[in-house]
């Protein structure tokens, strides 16, 4: 690259670091607070709120990443028109789609980043957070063992153990049933024990009986039983999922979206497409934030205001885009025919772009001077 444009890829990158951290910083404070205040309410300790706010690093970096490239254009071009340098290289003979070169390399180094963030780690980090937090989820269910007292675990749920032995044997249990309208069921066993399952903890209760209710005539039936497991992985709310969501899959498996896949996420299968095609289409809102950016300030002149101006115009352009993307995200979240308009936002903030730097290189006309004095 030629010395000027590695200049100015040198302060893209610079300054995109530090509008990167600090939007970093503030999403993440935002929300840690709400995760400290639930982990730490759960008895969880400081280094299983460090291990979950690092596994949500990824997607917020995925989110705030656009944003700081457009920020770092802005900054910079707004220096350099400051500091006259972008006159200077004017007028030496760069035209606007000249001086735009670095940036748009600027803003495929983002796009490079956001593609390996989408792809690779932000779906990793997903199914990372989701095992995780399902083994927390188990760890807090039992803590709702403890002996000698009633407990409630959920609304419509009473629980009582005599006894936990030390190597975690349940002695002489009662696990009362009125979460169904139609009947109440009282479970009593002499032992159980608490193990791990595929869908959430499970209670195994040996040598005991069952005891239905029902509640329209009164009628009760017993049922002894050996052993009989008891699901503890719906008593608290939001259990552990029974699938991987949108955001665990590969991209290869979401645009494939087979019968398996929907079933398995509950969703569309223009919704898992759309969002497979989103993963290419996203990294891309990177070029056009940075190209609108610059280009609009290339359009005001020095001034000793600054361009608040050209500002102000390239944020709402920014908006427009943004806008422009949700909507047709809308729109292809309901037919898979559509699933081309996840890159319809950032063509156009990459169209609107290049018009600005087109109409930043038109000649323009000189002010009309007044006449005075003439001759008669």
Known sequence: ????????????????????????????????????????????SALVFLEISLLTLPNVIRLVLPIAAFAAAVFVANRLTSDSELVVMQATGFSA??????????????????????????????????????????????????????????????????EITPNGELRDLFLADDRAQSARV???????????????????????????????????????????????????????????????????????????TVAETGQTVAALRYEG??????????VGAALIGFAALLLGAFSRFGLWRQILFAVALLIAVQLINTASAGVALRQVGLVWMAYLGPACGVAIGLGLLWWAQRPRRPAPRQMSGQAA
């Open 1 to 44: 690259m030629p010395r000027f444009d590695r200049y100015l890829l040198s302060q893209f990158l610079g300054v995109f670091g530090f509008f990167a951290l600090v939007l970093v910083l503030v999403y993440w404070v935002n929300r840690a607070v709400g995760l400290f205040d639930q982990l730490i309410g759960d008895g969880q």
């Open 97 to 162: 789609f000249r001086l735009a070169r670095p940036v748009l390399v600027f803003g495929l180094c983002v796009t490079l980043m956001m593609l390996v963030l989408m792809h690779v780690l932000v779906p990793a980090s997903r199914a990372s957070l989701t095992s995780r937090m399902a083994e927390i989820s188990e760890n807090v269910t039992a803590r709702f063992l403890n002996d000698g007292q009633f407990m409630h675990p959920a609304p419509g749920i009473t629980l009582y153990i005599r």
């Open 186 to 260: 009282t479970y009593t066993a002499a032992r159980a024990l608490l193990v791990r399952g595929d869908t959430g903890p499970k209670l195994i209760m040996f040598d005991g009986l069952a005891q239905n209710v029902t509640r329209a005539d009164a009628r009760l039936s017993v049922t002894r039983f050996a052993d009989f497991t008891y699901d503890l992985g719906g008593l608290l709310a939001g259990g552990p999922a029974t699938g991987r969501t949108m955001d665990e899959l590969p991209t290869g498996v979401l645009l494939r979206a087979d019968a398996a």
């Open 277 to 286: 095609h989103s993963r290419f289409a996203t990294p891309l809102l990177a």
